[in-house]
């Protein structure tokens, strides 16, 4: 797999108080196992992931203490939902489709000392449609909170000590 770009994100408190950044690194779209678009350009699609991903990671890292590094690079996504060409094109969301995100990441802390890794770690939520939804709908919801409840089961906790 080729790596396509690399995107630093560092979070600032107002107060700068609590600091952390996210490094998301990115495999080759096309190498995903579902990251396709319904009604737009694949390119696009593929962005608008990346964006909402990263956006997503450096909320979590926000509220890190700062110094600590978070570099995650997505091995392979399985978005929630499968795509159906019809005549309208759309992503259908039904249980059998669960999100399934592989991951491998690095956590260090503000010395550099590594906190927690993992080398092709599986996040996946099978009863995802059986959760309460919370807050407003999003895109990428289910993924998003896959990635969230991943952070507070296995980073956060290490943040602490």
């Given amino acids: 797999m080729k790596c396509l770009h690399v995107i630093t994100l560092v979070c600032l408190s107002p107060l700068a108080a609590l ?3 996210a490094n998301v690194t990115w495999r080759d779209f096309n190498d995903y196992r579902d990251v396709v678009p319904a009604n737009e350009s694949k390119a696009g699609y593929h962005k608008r992931i990346a964006s909402q991903f990263e956006k997503h990671l450096s909320k979590l890292m926000a ?3 700062d110094g600590y ?3 995650i690079t997505f091995d392979d996504i399985d978005l929630a939902g499968d795509v159906r060409f019809n005549m309208h094109d759309i992503r259908i969301v039904k249980p059998i ?23 092709e770690k599986v996040l996946k939520d099978l009863s995802f449609m059986d959760r309460v939804r919370t807050g407003r709908d999003s895109e990428f919801y289910y993924d998003k909170r896959l990635l969230s409840a991943w952070y507070k089961n296995e980073i956060a906790a290490k943040e602490q000590g």
Avoid: R, W
């Fill in 69 to 71: 590094q978070l570099n």
């Fill in 19 to 21: 600091a952390g950044e």
């Fill in 97 to 119: 489709f669960f999100p399934l995100l592989k991951i491998s990441y690095t956590l260090t802390d503000n010395n550099g000392a590594v906190v927690a890794q993992a080398q």
């Fill in 63 to 65: 509220k890190a203490p």
